[in-house]
């Protein structure tokens, strides 16, 4: 198989992009996993009990899951990456992740200093006790997720940096890695200790491949035996019975830092939403993608397809000359940025023509490789910039709670009270009419008041997989577990 980039971290605390949750699923295993309808069932924790009314829950961890090493896995090792995760000294951007935990955001933001007051802890080597600030109906799903991986103390002080290396690395899932050559492939063994039984594929090779035309040769040359279809190719295989399309939880989105000119400008950026006529975007990529105006992806509970920016090109001009900008005159020089792909490629070249035609204003765009593209993000983003946003559990609080002033995944500079306060009680209501009211208000907030992003479509999957191999099954969240697949007989 092959993945787009190379993983920028396996350090399961730090790991923010989706190349390296599809390592480190395999990799790692939490409290829960998904089935395949994207419940959360048993993992490493066997059960788990509501008590505190909701507010307290009581993981038991099975005995027979073990380390690669042979020692057992503990809650003492979750509680330890738990609070690995919410250090202030990790600079962790999922820490807002575990919010919900009683003390934890205290403890992330040091207005607390003792790790001891924060809601989670092991009452013994097999009892994981959670404390939550109010009941949240989806944490169990927040623990299948790779930043709530268990880690092993030892290891990660040991090691420091380099615990991650092949050599020095410790894993509880189904596979070992048992090699990693940078920028080239990544080699996953088989774990013969893991709870569930050896898998039943031993070896699976892992190529860095970001063409995704090499890629394809790779695939009829029979040296992969499933890829990802880049969108030149996918109306000549759509007929293929190894085709395979599935619309996925991912939404597709363009990021303003407010702070920089002249997307400080609340118009401008109104403007520019305005302005794209995003029903064309299908037809460039040719993969099923659904375009959207809003930010909860079709699929998800709280999909609203009414709202956000639509395409208004007369009022795009307007907002845009309000600005001061009329008919694009004196707009500043703006470059926009992308991580490599032929699909942001596209993307970037269709938004470069729409503002273009319909604002006359000239945006440069400029690719960069992923890694680099990261690192701009987290230490100055540019004025505007390409993200996306994979589902890491099937509840709308995931999508929304991305933007809010503490998640150490918003980019945008970009912070409201008032947005904060709807997330923050979109979580804790059980009546979902009530709770669909609050997202619908956070959306329009989002996507059309103060549109500090601009949601532009929702992915799909477009795959070819042999006929041999089995098990695979493609969900809208793109989870890969290798440990469900098997290979048939080739001849």
């Given at each position: 198989?092959?993945?787009?980039?190379?993983?920028?971290?396996?350090?399961?605390?730090?790991?923010?992009?989706?190349?390296?949750?599809?390592?480190?699923?395999?990799?790692?295993?939490?409290?829960?996993?998904?089935?395949?309808?994207?419940?959360?069932?048993?993992?490493?924790?066997?059960?788990?009990?509501?008590?505190?009314?909701?507010?307290?829950?009581?993981?038991?961890?099975?005995?027979?899951?073990?380390?690669?090493?042979?020692?057992?896995?503990?809650?003492?090792?979750?509680?330890?990456?738990?609070?690995?995760?919410?250090?202030?000294?990790?600079?962790?951007?999922?820490?807002?992740?575990?919010?919900?935990?009683?003390?934890?955001?205290?403890?992330?933001?040091?207005?607390?200093?003792?790790?001891?007051?924060?809601?989670?802890?092991?009452?013994?080597?097999?009892?994981?006790?959670?404390?939550?600030?109010?009941?949240?109906?989806?944490?169990?799903?927040?623990?299948?997720?790779?930043?709530?991986?268990?880690?092993?103390?030892?290891?990660?002080?040991k090691y420091g940096d380099d615990w991650t290396e092949p050599e020095n690395i410790v894993t509880n899932g189904p596979y070992l890695l048992e090699k990693w050559k940078h920028e080239y492939k990544l080699v996953l063994k088989a774990n013969p200790r893991h709870y569930e039984g050896k898998p039943e594929i031993d070896e699976v090779h892992i190529f860095v491949v970001q063409e995704p035309t090499t890629?394809?040769?790779?695939?009829?040359?029979?040296?992969?035996?499933?890829?990802?279809?880049?969108?030149?190719?996918?109306?000549?295989?759509?007929?293929?019975?190894?085709?395979?399309?599935?619309?996925?939880?991912?939404?597709?989105?363009?990021?303003?830092?407010?702070?920089?000119?002249?997307?400080?400008?609340?118009?401008?950026?109104?403007?520019?939403?305005?302005?794209?006529?995003?029903?064309?975007?299908?037809?460039?990529?040719?993969?099923?993608?659904?375009?959207?105006?809003?930010?909860?992806?079709?699929?998800?509970?709280?999909?609203?397809?009414?709202?956000?920016?639509?395409?208004?090109?007369?009022?795009?001009?307007?907002?845009?000359?309000?600005?001061?900008?009329?008919?694009?005159?004196?707009?500043?020089?703006?470059?926009?940025?992308?991580?490599?792909?032929?699909?942001?490629?596209?993307?970037?070249?269709?938004?470069?023509?729409?503002?273009?035609?319909?604002?006359?204003?000239?945006?440069?765009?400029?690719?960069?490789?992923?890694?680099?593209?990261?690192?701009?993000?987290?230490?100055?983003?540019?004025?505007?910039?390409?993200?996306?946003?994979?589902?890491?559990?099937?509840?709308?609080?995931?999508?929304?709670?991305?933007?809010?002033?503490?998640?150490?995944?918003?980019?945008?500079?970009?912070?409201?009270?008032?947005?904060?306060?709807?997330?923050?009680?979109?979580?804790?209501?059980?009546?979902?009419?009530?709770?669909?009211?609050?997202?619908?208000?956070?959306?329009?907030?989002?996507?059309?008041?103060?549109?500090?992003?601009?949601?532009?479509?929702?992915?799909?999957?477009?795959?070819?997989?042999?006929?041999?191999?089995?098990?695979?099954?493609?969900?809208?969240?793109?989870?890969?577990?290798?440990?469900?697949?098997?290979?048939?007989?080739?001849?």
């Open positions: 198989m092959t993945i787009k980039n190379e993983p920028p971290t396996l350090d399961g605390s730090l790991a923010t992009d989706s190349v390296s949750f599809t390592i480190l699923t395999n990799l790692m295993e939490g409290l829960t996993q998904y089935d395949a309808d994207l419940k959360p069932i048993p993992g490493i924790a066997e059960k788990w009990e509501y008590s505190n009314e909701g507010k307290t829950i009581t993981f038991y961890l099975r005995k027979d899951a073990f380390w690669s090493d042979g020692k057992r896995v503990t809650a003492e090792d979750f509680e330890y990456s738990w609070k690995r995760l919410l250090n202030p000294e990790t600079a962790a951007q999922y820490a807002y992740f575990l919010f919900d935990i009683k003390n934890a955001f205290e403890y992330n933001t040091g207005k607390l200093k003792d790790p001891d007051q924060v809601g989670v802890r092991a009452l013994d080597s097999n009892i994981l006790e959670v404390t939550l600030k109010k009941p949240v109906v989806y944490f169990p799903s927040i623990t299948t997720f790779m930043v709530t991986f268990p880690l092993r103390k030892d290891i990660v002080e890629a394809l040769t790779l695939y009829e040359t029979g040296e992969l035996d499933y890829i990802e279809l880049p969108p030149i190719a996918i109306p000549h295989f759509q007929k293929s019975p190894e085709y395979r399309n599935k619309p996925q939880l991912r939404g597709y989105y363009y990021g303003f830092n407010i702070e920089k000119p002249p997307f400080d400008n609340v118009l401008v950026r109104q403007a520019l939403a305005h302005s794209i006529n995003r029903s064309l975007v299908p037809k460039i990529l040719k993969g099923g993608e659904l375009p959207a105006s809003s930010w909860i992806p079709k699929g998800m509970f709280g999909y609203n397809e009414s709202i956000g920016s639509k395409f208004n090109p007369q009022k795009a001009r307007s907002l845009l000359a309000k600005a001061g900008y009329a008919d694009g005159k004196e707009f500043p020089k703006v470059t926009a940025v992308f991580n490599t792909g032929d699909v942001n490629r596209l993307v970037g070249e269709f938004l470069q023509e729409q503002w273009k035609k319909h604002l006359n204003i000239d945006i440069e765009f400029e690719s960069q490789e992923w890694k680099v593209f990261l690192s701009r993000l987290d230490l100055d983003p540019p004025q505007i910039f390409r993200l996306g946003w994979g589902a890491d559990f099937p509840d709308p609080d995931n999508f929304m709670n991305l933007f809010i002033s503490s998640s150490g995944n918003n980019r945008l500079r970009w912070a409201n009270p008032r947005y904060d306060q709807l997330i923050a009680r979109g979580s804790t209501l059980k009546n979902l009419e009530d709770r669909k009211k609050v997202y619908d208000q956070a959306q329009a907030l989002l996507t059309e008041t103060e549109v500090p992003m601009i949601p532009l479509f929702v992915s799909a999957q477009n795959l070819l997989v042999k006929p041999y191999v089995r098990g695979l099954k493609t969900n809208a969240m793109e989870l890969l577990y290798l440990k469900r697949i098997r290979l048939e007989d080739r001849s």
